[in-house]
T-cell receptor
């Protein structure tokens, strides 16, 4: 019940396209769903996060879509750029500062 | 600027050695975490601490121990390093009001 399943494992998108990464969770007690971005040689950094009281959150080109009934959430990157090439992790927790349960990560490559 | 600093970027150790990985945060965060990151497995929690001298096991604590004598410092100890502990190790800290901030990672190779 603690798992967070992330897909795809890797993704190649043309510059200017839309990148979509999906996550599914099981524990209905989770109430905080962040996405982290990690560049090679760096630690992950928070990109955007959502709580289940809203179905969508947008920050610039990055949008989280949240489907509470399906227990799924996804990251959409609009107008994808080569600088977005990174590994993306979804996560979930009860509360924003408690133990995060992590997805396995998606390596995103944006082709110029 | 928020900072989590890990003492080494790269380490090479021999099998059976005792290994210390140090992490320091300058944000006065209560919570500190040690993860290991392996391809296809994401981040797996080794240990975490919610307060000084307090520690709790994560998902994969076997072969590791931790120490938190001061609020800003959280150490990960490999009592007797083995080759299956070759990995990227990430330290993070957070508080009641903030998300987790990560260090740059330590790539440990055990030979």
């Amino acid at each position: 019940q603690q798992q967070v399943k992330q897909s795809p494992q890797s993704l190649i998108v043309q510059k200017g396209g839309i990148s979509i990464i999906n996550c599914a969770y099981e524990n209905t007690a989770f109430d905080y769903f962040p996405w982290y971005q990690q560049f090679p040689g760096k630690g992950p950094a928070l990109l955007i996060a959502i709580r289940p009281d809203v179905s969508e959150k947008k920050e610039g080109r990055f949008t989280i879509s949240f489907n509470k009934s399906a227990k799924q959430f996804s990251l959409h990157i609009m107008d994808s750029q080569p600088g977005d090439s990174a590994t993306y992790f979804c996560a979930a927790s009860r509360g924003s500062n408690y133990q995060l349960i992590w997805g396995a990560g998606t390596k995103l490559i944006i082709k110029p | 600027d928020v900072k989590v600093t890990q003492s080494s970027r790269y380490l090479v150790k021999r099998t059976g050695e005792k290994v210390f990985l140090e992490c320091v945060q300058d944000m006065d965060h209560e919570n500190m975490f040690w993860y290991r990151q392996d391809p296809g497995l994401g981040l797996r929690l080794i240990y975490f601490s919610y307060d000084v001298k307090m520690k709790e096991k994560g998902d994969i604590p076997e072969g590791y121990s931790v120490s938190r004598e001061k609020k800003e410092r959280f150490s990960l100890i490999l009592e007797s390093a083995s080759t299956n502990q070759t990995s990227m190790y990430l330290c993070a800290s957070s508080s009641v009001y903030t998300e987790a901030f990560f260090g740059q990672g330590t790539r440990l190779t055990v030979v």
